[in-house]
C-alpha cells in the first residue's frame, strides 16, 4: 500500500524558514517523481514545486521560486520541502504526491498534508 | 499559464440524482486532465486521469470526457459518500500544472 507521511509543519513567523519532509513507503520511491501541491484554508488546490525521480531536475511555481527548494534522498525514501522567506501568503496545508507512472502527469497519490501557519 | 475554469463553484443534488461537474482550459489541453475528490476533511484522491480513464478503486458510477478544451465529471446515481469538492487539473503545458478552483457538492 502507497503511503505518504509529511510532517514538519507548524507556526513560523514571517521571515523565518521551514522544512517539510515526506516518508514514502509501499513503492520504489527511486522510480517516481514526487511533488508538493498547497491547499490553503478553504481555498483551492496550488501545485508548488515537483522533483524528477533522480533529484536531478526540479520544477517550482514562480511564487516560491527563490524562496523554496524540493529535494530528495532516495536512500531514504523521503522528500522534502525547504521553504525560506516565509510570507503570510505561503500558510497552507502542503501536501506531498505521487506523480503517475508516466512521470510528469496526474497525481496518483497524496499524503494527508502538513499545516504550515506563517504568522506574527 | 493554462487557466482552469471549472463550474459551477457548488452544486446541491439529492440521492439517486446524476450530476455533471464542467471543466474549460484557457487553450487545448489535448485530454491531459485529471480529475480529484476531496472529502471534507481529508486529502485529495485521483478519480479520473487522461480526462476519461477510472483510476484503480474508484466507483463506475463516476466518469470522464471531453477533449480539447471542453471536459467533464459525470456522476451516475449520486450515493451519501459522494459529498466532497472536486477539481480538475491540466497537466498538459506544465510548469506550472494547474488545477480548477474546485466544485462543492452537498446532499439536497
Known amino acids: 500500500e502507497v503511503q505518504l507521511v509529511e510532517s514538519g509543519g507548524g507556526l513560523v513567523q514571517p521571515g523565518r524558514s521551514m522544512k517539510l519532509s515526506c516518508a514514502a513507503s509501499g513503492f520504489t520511491f527511486n522510480n517516481y517523481d514526487m511533488a508538493w501541491v498547497c ?3 478553504k481555498k483551492g488546490l496550488e ?21 523554496f527548494t524540493i529535494s530528495r534522498d532516495n536512500a531514504k525514501s523521503t522528500l522534502y520541502l525547504q521553504m525560506d522567506s516565509l510570507r503570510s501568503e505561503d500558510t497552507a496545508t502542503y501536501y506531498c504526491a505521487r506523480h503517475d507512472n508516466s512521470g510528469y502527469g496526474w497525481f496518483a497519490y497524496w499524503g494527508q498534508g502538513t ?6 | 499559464d493554462i487557466q482552469m475554469t471549472q ?8 440521492l439517486g440524482e446524476t450530476v455533471t461537474i464542467e471543466c474549460r482550459a484557457s487553450e487545448d489541453i489535448y485530454s491531459n486532465l ?8 481529508n486529502s485529495p484522491q485521483l478519480l479520473i486521469y487522461d480526462a476519461n480513464s477510472l483510476a484503480d478503486g474508484v466507483p463506475s458510477r ?5 477533449s480539447g478544451t471542453q471536459y467533464s465529471l ?3 446515481s449520486l450515493q451519501s459518500e459522494d ?3 472536486y477539481f480538475c487539473q491540466q497537466y498538459n503545458n506544465y510548469p506550472p500544472y494547474t488545477f480548477g478552483a474546485g466544485t462543492k457538492l452537498e446532499l439536497k
Do not use: C, E, H, M
Open chain 2, 62 to 66: 463516476f466518469s470522464g470526457s471531453g
Open chain 1, 47 to 67: 501545485w508548488v514545486a515537483t522533483i524528477s525521480y533522480d533529484g536531478i531536475n526540479t520544477y517550482y511555481r514562480d511564487s516560491v521560486k527563490g524562496r
Open chain 2, 74 to 76: 459525470k456522476i451516475n
Open chain 2, 34 to 41: 485529471a480529475w480529484y475528490q476531496q472529502k471534507p476533511g
Open chain 2, 83 to 85: 459529498v466532497a469538492s
Open chain 1, 115 to 120: 499545516l504550515v501557519t506563517v504568522s506574527s
Open chain 2, 7 to 14: 463550474s459551477p463553484a457548488s452544486l446541491s443534488a439529492s
Open chain 1, 39 to 41: 491547499q490553503a484554508p
